[in-house]
């Protein structure tokens, strides 16, 4: 015997309605699993608690009314239901209807930033193509040479136009790490 067909047989055995043989192969079975065993005296006590339970009453109509409203549920879910079209939008609710709206921008605005460059001519450095040539950088505008930005005539780091009475000693107020 193996623990299904056990399972099968827990209620008759408990009831003595099992062959000999068939209630001498339950017990043995019994013997040898210990939770078989375990199992059997739970159901028995769940009977025994089931037995022992008051009975309840209930009104004198009570048949009567449970078989009306089993009839009205039948007859409710027979009937088609109207689908109800107002507060919705293509089918969706308004829920739904805008996260399926915030699905799309979001594919709409992916598909256009994976769209290869090649295929827009990019407008200076700043990559917009509708901007005006006189807010492109002067290095990209066709009337300038590429090495604009790099000549200088004057040198805006250079310290000697600095007035002497304006330029500050630093050099004892600065402590390194190190320097300690």
């Known amino acids: ?31 040898a699993n210990p939770e078989a065993a375990a199992l059997v005296e739970s159901v028995r006590k769940t009977m025994d608690d089931l037995r022992t ?4 009453k209930t009104s004198e109509g009570f048949m009567d ?6 009839d009205e549920e039948k007859a409710r879910a027979a009937r088609p239901e109207r689908v109800r079209k107002s507060g919705t939008f293509l ?10 709206a915030i699905l799309v921008v979001s594919f709409i605005f992916v598909g256009m930033e994976l769209i290869p460059n090649a295929a827009i001519e ?10 005006p040539a006189s807010i492109a950088a002067p290095a990209l505008r066709s009337d300038a040479s590429p090495t604009v930005l790099a000549e200088s005539e004057e040198d805006s780091l ?10 500050m000693d630093f050099k004892n107020r600065i402590q390194f790490v190190k320097d300690q």
């Open 158 to 167: 250079e310290a000697d136009d600095i007035d002497s009475d304006k330029q």
């Open 122 to 131: 990019p407008n200076a450095a700043t990559g917009y193509t509708d901007a």
């Open 65 to 70: 009314r449970l078989w009306q409203r089993v």
């Open 53 to 56: 339970l008051p009975k309840v």
């Open 1 to 31: 015997m193996d623990r299904y067909e056990f399972e099968d047989v827990i209620s008759d055995y408990l009831e003595h309605s099992l062959s000999q043989s068939k209630k001498q192969e339950f017990e043995a079975y019994m013997e």
């Open 91 to 100: 089918g969706f609710t308004p829920l739904y209807a805008g996260l399926m």
